[in-house]
């Protein structure tokens, strides 16, 4: 199946100690460009949280939000640096005996002292952790996948329509081409009639100027090769997959094509659709952008 390079992604994992949610959002990009944004604390899971994205995405830019919250009290503990304190006193009793004045300090002072008391988190269960956010991750990808395989789907649909379009055009384009030759073998008998009067007509000199006229004229290997690549364009989506760079170097192809078809033509009709094919093949292009 084929999908689309837009995509968004939420799940949210809750009990009753944490909530983590992940969301995820993505437009077109040639490669994958993925930024992440999340909690400090999360900074640490940064590559195992790429490598299991890159499972579920191969192009766009993503941009995934990670949040954390902790219900939990008793993460953090109340730290007591003795060894600072007696630091402190110490040198207080020294400024006493130095200057003779009384050391009045008491134990509600001290406790404010720098680094005496501090609050310091608990060491979190890293692979609790990482498993649920694992989870998170992968209940976030899999909505976003789903949303970009339905975008992609009406994708595929789309440039169908346009393929068969096309090659309506080509159709066309084929048909008008003996009918061109015909009519400049005729142009050709007219006027030579008129100016040989009652002359013979040399019908092998004739002949000799319209198979020169028709070889530079002819569109056939172009409508071929034309026809062969809205053939391949057609069985690639239905292959699906990651198929948007292939897709889009088959559609330089098919403007490659066209561009000649256009060149060669002398003919209004065929111009116009040589035109309009040129016109649908870039419609169908920057469709292919959207296009994993």
């Known amino acids: 199946m084929v999908k689309s390079m837009t995509g968004f992604g939420h799940f949210e994992l809750s009990d009753e100690s944490k909530k983590i949610t992940v969301e995820m959002k993505s437009v077109n990009h040639r490669y994958l460009d993925m930024n992440l944004k999340m909690p400090k604390k999360l900074n640490f899971f940064e590559a195992s949280i790429r490598n299991v994205l ?10 995934v939000f990670i949040t954390y919250e902790d219900f939990t009290e008793d993460h953090y503990a109340l730290h007591y640096n003795k060894e600072m304190a007696a630091s402190y006193m110490k040198y207080l009793q020294e400024m006493s005996d130095d200057f003779g004045l009384e050391n009045d300090v008491r134990i509600s002072v001290l406790s404010r002292y720098p680094e005496v008391l501090s609050l310091e988190e608990m060491e979190i269960d890293e692979q609790e952790l990482w498993t649920d956010l694992e989870k998170a991750l992968r209940g976030a990808a899999e909505q976003f996948v789903q949303a970009r395989i339905t975008e992609g789907e009406k994708l595929a649909a789309d440039l169908n329509e346009k393929l068969d379009g096309m090659l309506a055009h080509v159709d066309h384009i084929s048909a008008r081409a003996p009918e061109i030759i015909a009519e400049y073998r005729a142009k050709i008998r007219d006027r030579v009639s008129e100016m040989l009067s009652d002359a013979k007509i040399d019908e092998a000199r004739i002949l000799t100027e319209v198979t020169l006229f028709a070889d530079k004229i002819c569109v056939d290997e172009e409508i071929v090769r034309l026809r062969a690549h809205v053939e391949h364009t057609k069985e690639t989506l239905a292959e699906g ?16 094509e066209a561009n000649t078809i256009l060149s060669k033509s002398n003919d209004l009709m065929t111009s116009d659709h040589a035109i309009d094919l040129k016109t649908d093949i870039e419609k169908v292009r920057e469709q292919i952008q959207n296009i994993e």
Do not use: P, T, W
């Open 54 to 63: 890159k499972e579920y995405i191969q192009r766009g830019k993503v941009d």
């Open 241 to 256: 997959g990651s198929v948007g760079r292939k897709l889009d170097f088959i559609a330089q192809e098919m403007n490659r």
